[in-house]
């Protein structure tokens, strides 16, 4: 399976932005799909969208769409990174996210170690 | 959108007990073509990620125990552990990934009781 890195922690203010990263070790043309799942403190799992690399075809869940932004960056050899980016952050938005790929068939398979971002003033 | 709902939303089992999970979905997740049920469950414990159980509702992923078992198709499934381990002790979700937007149930927590 195809290991997955994320950044780090981050604080953010009320309305600002948030952009996580994804790093794989894998070539973007053996990437079949990102996916970005976020998980509030105490609470389940909650897909947040997709982007196919080869394509650069996004999908988002409705709650997301417009204020989440989703990329993929296959520029340097052997390895492709993904970034999650989510704007007018609110308290609610307060959470775990997980990048995690998808094998050829949707089925997600690999996850990251997740990062914590909290939204305070 | 596909909504899944899993039942119950807590369990507590004995240890060497059977613990049986339950989740429905708003629409069929088998695709006639391939005869597949687009179904997968995940076991999260705290402060990990979640990891695969099952795909194809019934396949189990390598090195899963096989007193885990899944099963169910169209729109409804199941999670069975045949004899609970203390190990077992986790939140596990359904997810269907039969059509964009993808969708988790809410989770079911599973306790020693």
């Known amino acids: 399976q195809v290991q997955l890195v994320q950044s780090g922690a981050e604080v953010k203010r009320p309305g600002s932005s948030v952009k996580v990263s994804c790093q794989a070790s894998?070539?973007?043309?053996?990437?079949?799909?990102f996916s970005w799942v976020r998980q509030a403190p105490g609470q389940g799992l909650e897909w947040m969208g997709q982007?196919?690399?080869?394509?650069?075809?996004?999908?988002?869940?409705q709650k997301f769409q417009g204020r989440v932004t989703i990329t993929t960056d296959g520029s340097e050899k052997d390895t492709t990174t993904a970034f999650m980016e989510i704007n007018s952050l609110r308290s609610e938005d307060t959470a775990v996210y997980y990048c995690?790929?998808?094998?050829?068939?949707?089925?997600?398979?690999?996850w990251g170690q997740g990062t914590l971002v909290t939204v305070s003033s | 959108d596909i909504v899944m709902t899993q039942s119950p939303d807590s369990l507590a089992v004995s240890l060497g007990e059977r613990a049986t999970i339950n989740c429905k979905s708003s629409?069929?997740?088998?695709?006639?073509?391939?005869?597949?049920?687009?179904l997968a469950w995940y076991q999260q414990k705290p402060g990990q990620p979640p990891k695969v159980l099952f795909y194809?509702?019934?396949t189990r992923e390598s090195g899963v125990p096989d007193r885990f078992s899944g099963g169910g198709s169209g729109t409804d499934f199941t999670l069975t552990i045949s004899s609970l381990q203390a190990e077992d002790v986790a939140v596990y979700y359904c997810?269907?990934?039969?059509?964009?937007?993808?969708?988790f149930g809410q989770g079911t927590k599973l306790e020693i009781k």
């Open positions: 995690a790929i998808e094998t050829a068939d949707g089925l997600i398979e690999s």
């Open positions: 894998e070539d973007t043309f053996n990437i079949n799909a």
């Open positions: 982007i196919i690399p080869r394509f650069a075809k996004t999908n988002y869940a």
């Open positions: 629409q069929s997740l088998l695709y006639s073509s391939n005869n597949k049920n687009y």
């Open positions: 194809w509702a019934s």
């Open positions: 997810l269907q990934y039969y059509r964009s937007p993808f969708s």
